[in-house]
């Protein structure tokens, strides 16, 4: 074999190398958001895809797929290909699908990267709805039934959330019939409309429309007052009863992605989030920033979990 010969065959050796030892990722990424566009998770997700370009130097392309109260998306993620170019917004709901029988889905069930957003839920009315949370409650119990409620999905956190504060009360969950919706976004233009009566959500998914004076809350389910609203009581301080109840927030995949690219993406969102775009957008819009890395972000739904099966046993919504 000549000089020429070899020379050649190198290149094709080196090249074929190349190729099986590119780095991920070497093409864009899809990062499936489980809510309309809108809402607070869609915001979320859209900052995090933002830096994530940055920091991966692929593109990032936001892909909202609602549907069944988030069950289409969070099942959309976990059945994508294990190869790192699927990823997705995982959200509270999936700590409730498996407990009110909508879908047998667990935090089991993906590769979890990082926890980025916890946030308490709030209490909202219309502009001329009750002056504050107790006269509500007096509207409720005194016409049980009539004053209808939503947030998001039957039986997701936003549900739980005002079916948990009414048991606390020693009213029925029935006595705010629920009006299921595909999230905050819309279950608050239906309070505006006149529709319903009360939206169950995170503060900041209102603020929007509190801002614009369309919409006032009456408490937030935290133990204290949430940073950026620190007007708005707490259950404790609104009705005298202890009540918390929250949202949260990551990233993950579907089970099973390659080591090397669940540490790089794990490495990239902590980043992200103790990065100062980041804070000054979440703290803008009043969304709570928490980072819990893969192992943190396991154990935290574990027991979160465990909670909200808790509060959905005594609530009587779960299966």
Same mark, same amino acid.
């Given at each position: ?7 050649? =065959? ?67 993620? =976990? ?158 301080? =609104? ?78 919504? =779960?299966?």
């Amino acid at each position: 074999m000549n000089a020429k010969t070899l020379l050649a =065959a190198g290149i094709l050796l080196a090249g074929a190398a190349g190729t099986a030892d590119a780095a991920w990722p070497e093409r864009p990424i899809s990062l499936i958001v489980p809510w309309s566009a809108g809402g607070g998770t869609d915001a979320t997700g859209r900052i995090v895809a933002s830096l994530l370009e940055e920091e991966l130097g692929q593109p990032v392309n936001v892909v909202n797929r609602t549907g069944g109260g988030g069950v289409v998306g969070h099942t959309a993620i =976990a059945s994508a290909e294990p190869d790192g170019y699927t990823l997705g917004v995982l959200t509270t709901e999936l700590s409730m699908f498996h407990w009110v029988g909508t879908s047998p889905l667990t935090h089991e069930d993906y590769t979890l990267l990082g926890l980025y957003n916890t946030d308490p839920i709030g209490l909202h009315v219309a502009k001329e709805g009750p002056a504050d949370a107790k006269a509500l409650v007096e509207q409720i119990r005194s016409n049980p039934g009539q004053h209808k409620a939503s947030g998001a999905n039957l039986g997701g956190a936003a549900h739980l959330a005002l079916a948990g504060l009414l048991d606390r009360l020693g009213l029925e969950a029935g006595a705010a019939p629920w009006v299921p919706s595909e999230g905050a976004a819309p279950s608050l233009q239906l309070l505006v409309s006149g529709a319903i009566d009360i939206v169950s959500t995170t503060l900041p998914e209102a603020r929007g429309m509190v801002d614009a004076g369309e919409v006032r809350t009456l408490l937030v389910m935290a133990d204290k007052p949430a940073a950026g609203f620190e007007q708005v009581p707490t259950a404790q301080d =609104a009705l005298g009863v202890d009540w918390q109840m929250g949202a949260w927030r990551g990233i993950g995949g579907p089970d099973g992605l390659p080591d090397e690219v669940q540490q790089k993406l794990a490495a990239a969102l902590e980043k992200i989030v103790a990065s100062e775009k980041f804070e000054e957008f979440m703290r803008g819009r009043g969304f709570g920033i928490r980072w819990a890395g893969p192992e943190e972000f396991r154990s935290f739904l574990a027991t979160t979990d465990a909670n909200f099966g808790q509060a959905m046993k005594a609530a009587g919504l =779960a299966q």
